[in-house]
């Protein structure tokens, strides 16, 4: 129900765009996140949105290059990501929680790797 495109590879100092879009329900009342993994570690938290757009959070490690932003009426939720660092090197997913949950996510995108070479 969520499918994350955007990915690639990208030289340090790059940008890359993220999409999420959403099909099978509308998730217009849902707040969205985007987190990452990378090899050998855990899943970490990098950006999340409230179902408004009205507020955004960012992880120290992105604040200030990435932003997260939706369109509610295509269903979409993008990470804008300026400035790329090779320890940006992950693959990036995109999540929805409900109104109901105040920190778990319910729905999961299956992902896109993003590579960032030095």
């Known amino acids: 129900q969520l499918q994350a495109c955007g990915g690639g590879l990208v030289q340090a100092g790059g940008s890359l765009r993220l999409s999420c879009a959403a099909s099978?329900?509308?998730?217009?009342?849902?707040?969205m996140g985007w987190f990452r993994q990378a090899p050998g570690k855990e899943r970490e938290f990098v950006a999340a949105?409230?179902?408004?757009?009205?507020?955004?959070y960012y992880a120290d490690s992105v604040k200030g290059r990435f932003t997260i932003s939706r369109d509610n009426a295509k269903n979409t939720v993008y990470l804008q990501m300026n400035s790329l660092k090779p320890e940006d090197t992950a693959v990036y997913y995109c999540?929805?929680?409900?109104?109901?949950?105040?920190?778990?996510?319910?729905?999961w995108g299956q992902g896109t790797q993003v590579t960032v070479s030095s």
């Open positions: 999540a929805a929680r409900p109104p109901s949950k105040r920190i778990e996510y319910d729905y």
């Open positions: 099978g329900r509308t998730f217009s009342s849902y707040a």
């Open positions: 949105i409230s179902w408004s757009g009205g507020s955004t």
